[in-house]
């Protein structure tokens, strides 16, 4: 079964850190180009980072330069997405998507999506 199953979204106060997980099955992270994206109350979706072949394309977006990394474990066939220096501003369900043929970015269109998972920067 083909399928992304994100993790490690929560509550987090300004300046802080929280790191996202996406774990693939069915198909194989470094093969694929992979992005994770987030959506803000009332907002579109927004691509904030992508790899892909094998981390030789990379993109993310200005708002998170400096401050956000992503990586990916092939042994775990997982993707993280670093998140430093949090503001409320970043506040948003983030959710990972592939392309699993894909070998550029951002990751427009996507074959295959996650469920998503809750950021919430709040004092």
């Known amino acids: 079964q083909v399928q992304l199953v994100e993790s490690g979204g929560g509550l987090v106060q300004p300046g802080g850190s929280l790191r996202l997980s996406c774990t693939a099955s069915?198909?194989?992270?470094?093969?694929?180009?992979v992005g994770w994206f987030r959506q803000a109350p009332g907002k579109g979706s927004e691509a904030v980072f992508c790899?892909?072949?094998?981390?030789?394309?990379?993109y993310y977006a200005e708002p998170v330069k400096g401050r956000f990394t992503m990586s990916i474990d092939n042994g775990r066939n997982t993707a993280y997405l670093e998140m430093n220096r949090l503001k409320p501003e970043d506040t948003a369900i983030y959710y990972c998507a592939a392309d699993k043929s894909g070998t550029t970015c951002p990751v427009e269109p996507y074959d295959v999506r996650g469920q998503g998972t809750q950021v919430t920067v709040s004092s």
């Open positions: 069915g198909f194989t992270l470094s093969y694929s180009a």
């Open positions: 790899v892909a072949a094998s981390n030789v394309v990379t």
